[in-house]
């Protein structure tokens, strides 16, 4: 198993080297970048992107006239630079790293995140890990207990219901189970906010942030119910389509177990049920249901939360990474990418590792990576 792991992580490097190369790739044909975001400040069709330029480009910053004679092959780079100095323009070119070639720039970006250094924002004046570190306790909070929630609801009803198979119980869950599939997630947490939050009906739960403002104030079991209050509609939100699919995974794979010949011997020399769905048959069946767990958990951090954070106002990590985008905030955005991917990684090989010990027969030692 120890060579099967050194392989599994020496296997992670290339895998980010590729994920990383083709991001940068992308970003380098995308239209607009950070600089093209300043010249629009200084047009005047946007605001607050300048607040990292250092004090050399501020004092050319209204630097403007006639043309010099290298200016219009400088500014033929960028939208909506005309009549700008061309040394400003450099200067912010410095700024943002792009005075140098695009495999330096990637190369040097690889060995930074190698030792964990995402250096600055480009608009925020912060350092990019103090940022993930604001934003990081709203992403787990929404993806620990959504997928948590999701797993402690799905495996015992998957279970019932694979027991039950054609039974009124399983025809009526299996309805209720559809329809949440088919709801979206953004839909049905809008529907809780009319509902719930003081829409138009009642006013139960809060509509915005992770806790109150008042919350240090608060003593310890305060802090906790408050906590769970404000996170109650968003979780039940985000598990909706994560519940159905786990739910009928568990049951498809409890089905497919029940019907093998392992299944009617066990029965054969008198164990109980109980003794063959958990001593026997939950071992194999829970091995595709572990398998989906790391996409599941990892998504939950980011394309699952997105759209839920901007509802109920949640500054997460997905939402910052979205952001991030659309201001071509890039050591943002390629931070956010790297620790994603890492993570995803390294939990699919706990997950590898998980399966070893539900079913000690599976040996990953001898099989290739």
């Known amino acids: 198993m120890t060579a099967y792991i050194v392989r599994r992580l020496l296997f992670m490097i290339p895998t980010i080297f590729g994920i990383m190369l083709v991001s940068f790739v992308v970003i380098q044909f995308a239209p607009g970048g950070p600089v093209e975001r300043v010249i629009a400040q200084l047009s005047g069709t946007e605001t607050g992107a300048t607040s990292r330029i250092s004090g ?3 004092g050319d910053f209204g630097a403007r006239g006639l043309p010099s004679p290298g200016q219009s092959e400088i500014n033929s780079k960028y939208r909506g630079a005309q009549g700008l100095d061309p040394a400003f323009i450099k200067s912010l070119e410095k700024q943002f790293g792009f005075d140098k070639p695009a495999y330096e720039r990637f190369f040097l970006m690889l060995w930074n995140y190698a030792r964990f250094d995402f250096g600055k924002s480009y608009f925020r004046d912060v350092s990019v ?4 570190k604001e934003k990081l306790p709203v992403s787990i909070s929404l993806g620990v207990w959504m997928t948590l929630l999701s ?3 799905s495996i015992p009803l998957g279970i ?3 027991v039950r198979d054609g039974s ?3 025809v009526w869950t299996s309805g209720v189970i559809i329809i949440g599939y088919a709801i979206p997630g953004f839909l049905f947490a809008i529907l809780l906010i009319v509902l719930f939050a003081g829409g138009s009906f009642l006013q139960i739960f809060p ?3 992770l806790v109150s403002d008042n919350w240090s104030q608060f003593p310890w079991y305060l802090k906790i119910a408050d906590y769970f209050w404000h996170l109650t509609l968003p979780i039940i939100s985000m598990g909706l389509a994560a519940f159905a699919t786990m739910t009928l995974l568990t049951k498809n794979s409890f089905l497919e177990e029940l019907r093998k010949q392992y299944v009617l011997t066990a029965r054969a020399k008198g164990c109980s049920e109980r003794q063959v769905l958990y001593g ?7 091995l595709l249901v572990i398998a ?3 996409a599941a958990f990892v998504s939950a951090f980011f394309a699952g939360s997105l759209l839920i954070e901007t509802i109920f106002s949640l500054d997460g990590l997905g939402l910052l990474s979205f952001e991030s985008v659309l201001n071509r905030d890039y050591p943002v955005v390629f931070a956010n990418l790297y620790i994603f991917a890492l993570v995803g990684l390294v939990v699919n090989l706990i997950s590898d590792l998980t399966y070893t010990w539900i079913d000690p027969r599976i040996d990953f030692e001898t099989r290739e990576v």
């Open 207 to 209: 509509l915005r942030g």
């Open 292 to 294: 989906g767990f790391p």
């Open 129 to 132: 890990i103090q940022l993930i």
């Open 280 to 286: 026997h048959i939950f071992r194999n069946a829970m």
């Open 151 to 153: 797993y402690l609801i």
């Open 56 to 58: 050399s480009a501020g």
């Open 160 to 162: 019932r219901k694979a």
């Open 168 to 170: 009124p119980f399983d």
